[in-house]
DNA sequence: CCACGTCTGGCACTCAGTGCCATCTATGTC
DNA sequence: GACATAGATGGCACTGAGTGCCAGACGTGG
C-alpha cells in the first residue's frame, strides 16, 4: 500500500509528531473524559503549541476519528473491485469487511474508541457526519452497478442504492454499538449479519 | 393534545418570544446561510440579548430541529398504539405516518428547513443526533413487541429491533434528503416505500 | 400590598477554531 | 558550501458558541 519511496526527513517528523499527539490526546481522553480535556492540555502534553496542535488535527474529534475518511476510501474502492453479478448486499458486505484487514489498530484500543465514541454526543455527531462522506462515497459506485444489472427497474437505481449504503451504515452502527456494550464478546460480523436479517426478515 | 387549561400571561409571551426567535433566525438563515449568521444577529434582529436566546435555545441547531424531539415522542406513542399482531415494518411505518397528521408545518416551510438540513454538515449531524434520541425511544417499545410475537426467536429481539428501527429512520433519511432534492415533487411517503423496497429485496 | 418565583440584560469567562506573521530549518540547486 | 525556497513552528489576536452569575424588572398568588 505505502510506496517504498525514501521518506524524507519532514515526512517521518511529521508522522511522528502526529502518532505522538494522537497517543496523548488518547491517553488523556480515557483518564479525564473527552468534553473534559481540553486542547490545550492536549498541546501541552504533547510538547506542542496549541496553534501546532490544529495544523495535524482540524477538530478535536479527528484525533479520535481521524482514520474514518481513509477507510471510506478504503470501503469504496473495496465495493467497486466486486464482480459485477453479485447482489448488491452481498457486494457492499464484502467491501465492508475490506476494513477488518485493513485496519491496524487492535481490538483493545478499538474497543476504546468505541467506549467513547458511544458515549458522547459530539463524537458520535461527528462520527456519523464522517458517515455521511462513505455514502457520498459508495452510493454512485452501488448505484452504477445496479444500472448494470437490471437496467429498467421499477426504482430509481440511485435511491436504490441510497437505501442500501444507508441501510449497511446502519446496520453496521447497530453493530458497533452492540459490540462495544458487550466489550467485543460478539464478534462484529456477527452482529452486522444479524442486523442486516432482521432488516430484510 | 394541548389541554386548555387557561394560558398565563407568563406562558403566553414565552411562546410568542419563543416563535418570534424562531421566525427571525429561520429568515436571516434563509437570506444568509446558517453558518454565516450568528446568534448576536439573530437576537439583536428578534429584540432581546444573546444570553436569552440560550434560555430558549440550547443550541443554535435547536432552532432549526427544535421540534424532532417532541416528534420522536409522537412516533413512540404511535408505534405502542399499533396492533401486536401487525409484522415490525408495517407498525414502524404506521407510526412514522403519524407524523404527518401532528405536523402543522406547511410545505415550504418544510422544504425550507430540509435544504438547509441537507446543505450544511454540522446541521445534518445534529439531526442524526436527535434521530439517535429516537431510537432510544423505539426500540424499547418494537423488542418487546417482536419478544411477544416470536419467543424464541434465533436473534435477539433488542438487536433485530434496533436494526429495524434504525434501517427505518435510515430509509426516512434517503427519502428526506430525495423529497427534498426534487423540490417535494415526489411524495415523501413514496420515496420512503421505494427506499424499504430496495433495502428488503 | 407584599412575598415569591420567573424572566431579563449584562458582564465575564472558557473553549474551539482561524488568520496572520516572524522565525527557523530541511531540501534541492548552482 | 552558499543560497533561495518551501514547510513547520510558536505566538498573538480575534470570532463565535455556550455557561455562570448577579442584579433588577415583572407577573402571580396570597
Same mark, same amino acid.
Given at each position: 500500500?505505502?510506496?517504498?519511496?525514501?521518506?524524507?526527513?519532514?515526512?517521518?517528523?511529521?508522522?511522528?509528531?502526529?502518532?505522538?499527539?494522537?497517543?496523548?490526546?488518547?491517553?488523556?481522553?480515557?483518564?479525564?473524559?473527552?468534553?473534559?480535556?481540553?486542547?490545550?492540555?492536549?498541546?501541552?502534553?504533547?510538547?506542542?503549541?496549541?496553534?501546532?496542535?490544529?495544523?495535524?488535527?482540524?477538530?478535536?474529534? /479527528?484525533?479520535?476519528?481521524?482514520?474514518?475518511?481513509?477507510?471510506?476510501?478504503?470501503?469504496?474502492?473495496?465495493?467497486?473491485?466486486?464482480?459485477?453479478?453479485?447482489?448488491?448486499?452481498?457486494?457492499?458486505?464484502?467491501?465492508?469487511?475490506?476494513?477488518? /484487514?485493513?485496519?491496524?489498530?487492535?481490538?483493545?484500543?478499538?474497543?476504546?474508541?468505541?467506549?467513547?465514541?458511544?458515549?458522547?454526543?459530539?463524537?458520535?455527531?461527528?462520527?456519523?457526519?464522517?458517515?455521511?462522506?462513505?455514502?457520498?462515497?459508495?452510493?454512485?459506485?452501488?448505484?452504477?452497478?445496479?444500472?448494470?444489472?437490471?437496467?429498467?427497474?421499477?426504482?430509481?437505481?440511485?435511491?436504490?442504492?441510497?437505501?442500501?449504503?444507508?441501510?449497511?451504515?446502519?446496520?453496521? /452502527?447497530?453493530?458497533?454499538?452492540?459490540?462495544?456494550?458487550? /466489550?467485543?464478546?460478539?464478534?462484529?460480523?456477527?452482529?452486522?449479519?444479524?442486523?442486516?436479517?432482521?432488516?430484510?426478515?
Amino acid at each position: 500500500m505505502t510506496g517504498n519511496a525514501p521518506e524524507s526527513l519532514r515526512e517521518r517528523t511529521r508522522r511522528a509528531v502526529h502518532q505522538e499527539i494522537a497517543r496523548t490526546a488518547m491517553r488523556l481522553f480515557a483518564e479525564r473524559g473527552f468534553e473534559e480535556t481540553t486542547i490545550d492540555e492536549v498541546a501541552a502534553q504533547a510538547g506542542i503549541s496549541r496553534r501546532s496542535f490544529f495544523r495535524y488535527f482540524a477538530t478535536k474529534e /479527528d484525533v479520535v476519528l481521524g482514520e474514518l475518511v481513509e477507510r471510506g476510501r478504503i470501503v469504496a474502492s473495496a465495493l467497486a473491485g466486486r464482480p459485477a453479478d453479485e447482489p448488491p448486499w452481498a457486494a457492499v458486505r464484502a467491501a465492508l469487511l475490506a476494513l477488518r /484487514d485493513a485496519v491496524t489498530t487492535d481490538e483493545a484500543d478499538e474497543l476504546e474508541i468505541g467506549r467513547m465514541l458511544y458515549g458522547n454526543q459530539t463524537l458520535r455527531a461527528r462520527h456519523l457526519e464522517k458517515q455521511l462522506a462513505w455514502q457520498d462515497l459508495l452510493v454512485p459506485i452501488l448505484a452504477e452497478r445496479i444500472r448494470a444489472a437490471d437496467p429498467d427497474a421499477g426504482v430509481d437505481p440511485e435511491l436504490a442504492a441510497a437505501a442500501v449504503v444507508v441501510g449497511a451504515l446502519a446496520c453496521l /452502527d447497530v453493530a458497533g454499538a452492540w459490540w462495544v456494550r458487550r /466489550d467485543g464478546a460478539i464478534p462484529l460480523e456477527r452482529l452486522y449479519d444479524d442486523a442486516v436479517a432482521a432488516i430484510r426478515r
